[in-house]
């Protein structure tokens, strides 16, 4: 039969992604989809009505990242902490966006912390960096060829 709107999420997930933990998982996947324009995968998610939190798949062109709550499971388990447990960041995430002035402009607009403005790289390469809002350190970028003029 056909696939399932699970199964055909799955279908398309990359051999590599984050996983992201935040205190507040929930409030991370409303800033993330408003400020940063990721999109749910809302067939995907998993739990949330208990003390071990959702655990929801954002996709952002062909990149996925997976977020979940900052429990003692996590960090027992996984070895994984919120930045703002730690104190500061520990990765920083990499996206390749179409339309990065356009992008940057709504991240401002919409406030994202930005860390980097907007700027022309020597390696060919249009880019910002921001974080979100428990510190997780993002770097948008465009190759110049492509930037609209």
């Given at each position: 039969?056909?696939?399932t709107p699970?199964?055909e999420?799955?279908s398309?997930?990359?051999?590599?992604y984050p996983?992201?933990?935040?205190?507040d998982?929930?409030a991370?996947?409303?800033?993330l989809?408003?400020v940063?324009?990721?999109?749910?995968?809302?067939e995907?998610r998993?739990?949330?009505?208990d003390d071990e939190?959702?655990l929801a798949?954002?996709?952002f062109?062909d990149g996925?990242?997976m977020?979940?709550r900052?429990?003692d499971?996590a960090?027992?388990?996984?070895?994984?902490?919120?930045?703002?447990d730690?104190?500061h960041?520990?990765?920083?995430?990499?996206?390749?966006?179409h339309?990065?002035?356009a992008?940057?402009?709504?991240?401002?607009a919409e406030?994202?912390?930005?860390?980097?403005?907007?700027e022309d790289?020597?390696y060919?390469?249009r880019?910002y960096?921001?974080?979100?809002?428990?510190?997780?350190h993002w770097?948008?970028m465009?190759?110049l060829?492509t930037?609209?003029p």
């Amino acid at each position: 039969g056909a696939p399932t709107p699970q199964e055909e999420a799955w279908s398309h997930t990359p051999a590599m992604y984050p996983r992201l933990t935040y205190a507040d998982e929930v409030a991370a996947l409303e800033f993330l989809t408003r400020v940063f324009q990721f999109t749910e995968r809302r067939e995907a998610r998993m739990g949330g009505d208990d003390d071990e939190g959702m655990l929801a798949w954002l996709e952002f062109g062909d990149g996925v990242a997976m977020i979940g709550r900052a429990t003692d499971a996590a960090r027992e388990v996984h070895h994984l902490y919120s930045p703002r447990d730690v104190g500061h960041a520990t990765v920083m995430i990499m996206v390749s966006v179409h339309d990065i002035d356009a992008h940057y402009e709504h991240a401002r607009a919409e406030g994202a912390s930005i860390t980097m403005p907007i700027e022309d790289a020597f390696y060919g390469f249009r880019r910002y960096e921001a974080d979100d809002l428990e510190g997780h350190h993002w770097h948008f970028m465009e190759p110049l060829e492509t930037v609209q003029p």
